[in-house]
């Protein structure tokens, strides 16, 4: 019987970072596929004085840009509650 190769995992790459992920790596939320970022990039924009991501004080769900289209709408929400230590 033939030994078969174990079979490689999904490699992804970040787009603003281009450091690459594996499939483990989305179990851990280091990598988020929907947007093609990693949590390092989503951190660093969280400490970014340009831009909304991440912060509590910015976010409207009323607001239907921040609500319906933002792109990171749910992932700014995650880090948002995990930045305040709700799960």
Known sequence: M??????????????ECEKRFV??????????????ICRQCYLEAMGDGGTCFGKREHRDERNAVCSQVCPDRNICKLF????EGIS
């Not at 033939?2 to 787009?15: A, E, H, I």
């Not at 499939?23 to 093609?36: C, H, I, K, Q, V």
């Open 23 to 36: 499939e483990a790596d989305l179990d851990g939320l280091w990598f988020f596929p929907s947007t093609g």
């Open 80 to 83: 948002v509650e995990l930045s």
């Open 2 to 15: 033939r030994k078969r190769k174990p079979k490689p995992s999904k490699v992804f790459v970040c787009v």
